[in-house]
């Protein structure tokens, strides 16, 4: 059974940091390219970053030299580090594969605000 356990958010003020967390279990881990997304109320899920099976990484325009996506092959972790976050980065934030169709944690919720 495939999982994705997304933990580490929080309410942090604007300029503030925070490390996203993500467990995953059932499927063969160092093979799969892995991604973050994001959903703000109202709106539909955006991808944050990407990093792929040989750790190659890919940004958002919007997030750009402020998050860094990293990944643990022997843990099977996805992480991300978020700095200088703005109000326009609150939402729900998941972790999934990018080369099969699981279904979506439950995620964890990031507030930036002051």
């Known amino acids: 059974q495939v999982q994705f356990v997304e933990s580490g958010g929080g309410l942090v003020q604007p300029g503030g940091s925070l490390r996203l967390s993500c467990a995953t279990s059932?499927?063969?881990?160092?093979?799969?390219?892995m991604a973050w997304y994001r959903q703000a109320p109202g709106n539909q899920r955006e991808l944050v970053a990407r990093v792929d099976s040989s750790g190659n990484t890919h940004y958002g325009d919007s997030v750009k030299g402020r998050f860094t996506i990293s990944r643990d092959n022997n843990k099977k972790m996805v992480y991300l580090q978020m700095n200088s976050l703005k109000p326009e980065d609150t939402g729900v934030y998941y972790c999934t594969s990018m080369n099969a169709q699981y279904s979506w944690g439950q995620g964890t919720q990031v507030t930036v605000s002051s």
């Open positions: 059932g499927f063969n881990f160092m093979w799969h390219d």
